[in-house]
């Protein structure tokens, strides 16, 4: 039998995921990519993989996978109860995985999404350059959809052990609420000073319309001077206003290009965190200096090579 995972149970949503898929927007084609970087990338320097690696982003507790050959695998973002073999295991660290063990994930308690990596990533292919996943596209492992019951996850055998886990202070806490900071961008001369501050002194809920193209807020409602513009391309976690004047973020799989009026980008180390939240939790917005946020972001990726 080949090296791999059985996939007795594949939770709701699981899906394969690298760090996105890059020049193709002019297609039509989306990023993708992991919505947590922090914690994919965190789960890859764990196992000292690569970080074009993939892994498994699991937004829902329920997946059971059962090893045909031995590996090392890492867990990382939201708190969960992460077993093997039964026996409970802290996350935010590597394990020794042989043959015949059984891991499965039965309840997600804080956070929204866990990662799960191997060492040196599944051997599958990629398509345009990446191993992601992208639904509405169909494209990346699997013919672009979600992982099911009886699929088979492949990865190279290791014959090596290794003992590794990330130190308590860098672990993340996820909270109810969330303050995301911004950059004023886009359209922000058609907003009033007045649609300025109720945006910065509000506070926002997350509603069920949250999913790897865009989280929608409840909230404070923001207009804009515009009906509406010309389409245009979208950055990651720009902040669309659409004529509710509800916010919408746009997240990794969001569409390559839209029209309406765009308030702020959120910073993208801050999207990895929205990420972890749940619909009915709470963010506000905070205004930072686009030299400030380009500072956080060189921080940020320097961090992943110490």
């Known amino acids: 039998m080949s090296s791999g995972f059985e996939v007795i149970n594949a939770g709701a949503f ?13 297609i039509g084609v989306t990023n993708s990519g992991f919505l947590d970087e922090f914690a994919a990338l ?34 990382t973002g939201a708190k969960c109860e992460f077993k093997i073999n039964s026996i409970e295991k802290s996350t935010w660290q590597s394990y020794n995985i042989k043959k015949d063990d059984i891991l499965e994930i039965t309840k997600i308690l804080k956070g929204q999404r866990v990662y799960l990596a191997v060492k040196d990533g599944f051997t599958i292919t990629k398509e345009l350059g990446s191993y992601s996943t992208t639904l509405k596209e169909q494209l990346g492992a699997f013919e672009g ?44 001369n058609s907003f009033s000073f007045k649609e300025k501050e109720k945006f910065f002194n509000s506070i926002y809920t997350i509603t069920p319309d ?20 010309i389409s245009e391309g979208i950055a990651f976690g720009a902040i669309q206003i659409p004529k509710d004047g509800q916010p919408i973020i746009l997240l990794k799989e969001r569409q ?13 180390i801050d999207c990895f965190k929205l990420a972890q ?14 030299n400030l946020a380009q500072e956080k972001l060189k921080k940020f990726y320097l961090s992943f090579n110490q």
Do not use: W
């Not at 699981?14 to 002019?26: A, H």
């Not at 290009?257 to 993208?268: D, E, M, Q, R, T």
């Open 210 to 229: 949250f999913n790897r193209m865009a989280c929608k807020l409840s909230g404070e409602s923001i207009k804009s001077e515009l009906n509406g513009i």
């Open 42 to 75: 965190k789960a890859h320097k764990i196992l000292n993989n690569s970080y074009d690696c993939n892994l498994l982003e699991i937004t829902f507790a329920g997946i059971k996978l059962k090893a045909t050959a031995n590996t090392i695998v890492s867990i």
């Open 14 to 26: 699981t899906l394969i995921e690298d760090k996105g898929r890059f020049s193709f927007m002019n």
């Open 277 to 290: 939240m749940r619909p009915g939790q709470k963010i506000r917005f905070e205004e930072i200096s686009i």
């Open 145 to 188: 959809r979600v992982l099911k019951n009886g699929d088979f996850l492949p990865f190279s055998e290791q014959k090596n052990f290794l003992k590794k886990r990330l130190k308590k202070e860098y672990i993340p806490e996820y909270k109810d609420e969330l303050v995301l900071r911004v950059v004023l961008s886009y359209q922000q």
């Open 256 to 268: 390559t290009i839209g029209g309406y009026p765009k308030i702020a980008s959120v910073l993208s």
